[in-house]
């Protein structure tokens, strides 16, 4: 059985990280793949700024670090900002998936531009980054956001009715004005809304984080990893800093 552990950003009750565990529902996956989720020790309480997205990498290297040695088979993050994804592939030699990434690299498979739909604006310079960084900016058709504060907790839990409408509407600009050919939720907290957008839209809508899954599946079906020449491990390693750190700051909030 192979084990993946998937790495919810923030922390949370097991009630509100079953939310995030519903995302399996949306993809068949094979009986020898098991998944576990649980939450950092830190995070931002969203990801705006650039010291937000700093305390964010650390937080997810941290309660990454060990995988490998708890007998993970592979590592998943649950953020489209693909946060601490290169810092712990630097530490570990087991694959580590960021859903960013991912999905916009499938919607180049799927089409020839794509659009990403979002709740909320402050999000755009996350997937500005990720454009920039893979160089096809050329791909996306345009950046739509809702203006929706997100509950990283419930995520659109009681929402339906006025998110899920809305969000089709925004879809339907980028298809019809914006050229899109694909689209692709801009979170995994809007997971929730998949089902509805890829029955009522006439393209491919990506399910960001299901789509991780699937990926850590296949990698380890044909025995690929990230390349250890592009992330190097360090010479001088500090995880046992890292984990006192939180170890001495858990000590101190209580």
């Known amino acids: 059985m192979k084990q993946v552990l998937v790495i919810v950003p923030f922390p949370m009750t ?27 020790r830190v995070a931002p309480r969203n990801y705006v700024s650039a010291s937000d997205m700093a305390i964010a990498d650390f937080g997810i290297l941290e309660a990454g670090l060990k995988a490998e040695k708890r007998g993970f088979d592979a590592v998943c993050v649950d953020t489209m900002s693909d946060s601490g994804v290169a810092a712990l592939r630097s530490e570990l030699g ?3 998936i960021g859903p960013g990434r991912t999905s916009m690299l499938m919607a180049m498979m799927l089409g020839k ?8 604006p402050h999000w755009k310079h ?15 058709a345009s950046i739509r956001g809702l203006d929706l504060t997100p509950n990283n907790q419930s995520l659109l839990a009681g929402k339906e009715e006025d998110v899920f409408p809305a969000l089709e509407t925004l879809a339907r600009v980028c298809i019809e004005e914006d050229g899109a050919e694909v689209i692709l939720l801009g979170s995994t907290t809007m997971h929730q809304a998949h089902g509805y957008l890829a029955e009522v839209l006439p393209v ?23 390349s250890r020449v ?11 800093v890292l984990h006192a750190m939180l170890d001495t700051a858990e000590k101190f909030d209580h």
């Not at 399910?207 to 990230?226: D, F, I, K, Q």
Request: glycine share 6%; proline share 9%; hydrophobic share 40%.
């Open 113 to 120: 531009r794509f659009s990403i739909v979002a709740l909320w």
């Open 230 to 240: 592009g992330y190097p491990a360090s010479p001088a390693p500090k995880s046992d």
């Open 94 to 96: 087991i694959p580590v």
């Open 14 to 40: 097991e009630k509100n990280r079953e939310q995030r565990r519903e995302q399996l529902n949306a993809v068949t996956l094979g009986p020898d793949i098991s998944f576990t989720f649980e939450s950092v």
């Open 126 to 140: 996350i997937y500005d980054k990720t454009l920039s960084d893979l160089g096809i900016e050329h791909a996306c």
């Open 204 to 226: 491919p809508v990506i399910n960001p984080g299901p789509l991780t899954y699937t990926l850590a599946e296949s990698m380890l079906a044909v025995g690929l990893s990230h």
